[in-house]
C-alpha cells in the first residue's frame, strides 16, 4: 500500500459503460474487463467502492418526460442500478474477489441495506462495495449518490469514469480545437460553467473538499495509475 497516492476510492462508473458495443443491456465481456480493472487496484492495496448508474437498462427522466410521475420514474431507475451492481458483484466474484452490495432502498432478499458502518467495516475487511439505488430518493442522480457515499466513508478520491479522457472547455467531439484541463479548482468550475458532474454533486464535494479526477475508463490499467498518483485525466479541487 506505501505505493499507493490513495488509500480509499469510490469510483463511479455510468451504466452505459457496460453496454460495450450493444445498444441495450450489459456485456459480459465488458463486465469483466472492468471487474479486473478493479481487482488489480485492489490487490495493489486500495479499498474500493463504486457506485454504478443505470442508464444502460432505464432512464427515469426520460419517462418522466414523456408523461410518467417523475417519483415513479427515478424509483425505476433506481432499480435498474441495483441490477448492474448485481451483475459487477457476480463479474468481481468470478474473478475471486470478495464483494457485497448495498442498497439504499430496502431489497433484503438480494442486497444488503446501506448501513455506513458497515459499509466501512466491508472496505477495511478487503471487500469490494457496491453502493446500489443512489441515494434511496428521487430527484437525485447516481452522481449525487456517488458523492454523499464517498464522503460517508472518508473516501480520499471520487473517481469519475467518462467517455473522454478528461474535463474540456468544451465538446472535444464537436469541437477539434477544445482545450483539455489537467487541474482545476472548485471555483474554476463554476466560473467556467463545467459540467463535471450535476450540481448537487458537484456542490458535495465542494462542501466536503473531496477531490474529484475525470478520466477515461477505456485506457488498460489506467484505475491502478490514478491510484499510485500518475495526473491522468483532470483533477477538480485537489493539489496542483
Do not use: W
Not at 447516481?142 to 454523499?148: E, F, M, Q, W
Amino acid at each position: 500500500m506505501s505505493d499507493l497516492a490513495y488509500r480509499r476510492v469510490l469510483l463511479k462508473l455510468s451504466g452505459e459503460a457496460l453496454m460495450g458495443d450493444e445498444d441495450y443491456g450489459i456485456d459480459p465481456k465488458v463486465l469483466t474487463r472492468l471487474g479486473r480493472e478493479v481487482i488489480e487496484a485492489h490487490e495493489a492495496g486500495a479499498e474500493i467502492a463504486l457506485v454504478i448508474g443505470g442508464g444502460n437498462i432505464f432512464r427515469g427522466a426520460g419517462l418522466a418526460a414523456g408523461g410518467m410521475d417523475r417519483v415513479t420514474g427515478d424509483q425505476m431507475g433506481m432499480l435498474a442500478t441495483v441490477i448492474n451492481a448485481l451483475a459487477m458483484q457476480d463479474a468481481l466474484e468470478k474473478l475471486g474477489a470478495k464483494c457485497r452490495v448495498m442498497s439504499a432502498l430496502k431489497i433484503n432478499d438480494v442486497c444488503e441495506d446501506y448501513i455506513r458502518r458497515r459499509a466501512i467495516r466491508h472496505l477495511e475487511k478487503g471487500r469490494i462495495t457496491i453502493f446500489a439505488a443512489g441515494t434511496g430518493n428521487p430527484f437525485f442522480t447516481t452522481d449525487s449518490g456517488a458523492a454523499l457515499r464517498a464522503i460517508e466513508i472518508n473516501a480520499n478520491l471520487l473517481l469519475k469514469a467518462t467517455k473522454v479522457d478528461g474535463v474540456y472547455d468544451k465538446d472535444p467531439e464537436q469541437h477539434p480545437d477544445a482545450v483539455k484541463f489537467d487541474n482545476l479548482s472548485y471555483a474554476d468550475v463554476l466560473s467556467r460553467d463545467l459540467r463535471v458532474m450535476d450540481t448537487a454533486a458537484f456542490a458535495l464535494c465542494r462542501d466536503a473538499g473531496l477531490p474529484l479526477r475525470i478520466f477515461d475508463m477505456a485506457q488498460p490499467g489506467v484505475l491502478l495509475r490514478i491510484l499510485r498518483g500518475e495526473a491522468i485525466g483532470t483533477l477538480v479541487g485537489g493539489s496542483r
